[in-house]
């Protein structure tokens, strides 16, 4: 009988890790595989609608690195925005001095957290003219 529940929770556990979204910022095509997701569509869309995609389903992810200006998910946002590598600590730090801009309130959504952020760096002389070639 103490089969039964093991092999219901192992169950459960398989089906949740097979509903996870996972994206690979270093493939050239930048594609995500997500449950019912079409890979062939991701490789045909933007890099800004890459970056949306990547930045919605990793938003908390994000936020999390974004306020320590470190990690994974913010290293990835970087790859995808082309930041090249010498000068993603800058960038690191920069999100990191903007997180109360990037994110002023619990409601802020990918979407606005994107919007000040290409905002902020239009602005400032170290990320303009990257921005602006975009």
Do not use: W
Request: glycine residues 4%; proline residues 5%; positive net charge.
């Amino acid at each position: 009988m103490k089969t039964l529940p093991k092999l219901a929770f192992v169950s459960v556990l398989a089906i949740s890790a097979a509903a996870c979204t996972v994206i690979d910022p270093s493939s050239s095509s930048h594609s995500s595989s997500s449950s019912g997701g079409d890979s062939k569509s991701a490789s045909l869309m933007t890099r800004e609608q890459r970056i949306a995609r990547f930045t919605e389903n990793n938003f908390d992810q994000l936020k999390r690195d974004i306020s320590i200006g470190q990690g994974e998910y913010l290293s990835s946002l970087a790859s995808l925005m082309q930041i090249e590598p010498a000068r993603r600590p800058a960038f690191f730090a920069f999100a990191q001095n903007n997180f109360t801009r990037l994110f002023p309130g619990p409601q802020t959504r990918a979407a606005d957290m994107l919007a000040v952020l290409d905002r902020e760096m239009r602005a400032d002389p170290r990320f303009a003219q990257r921005v602006a070639l975009n």
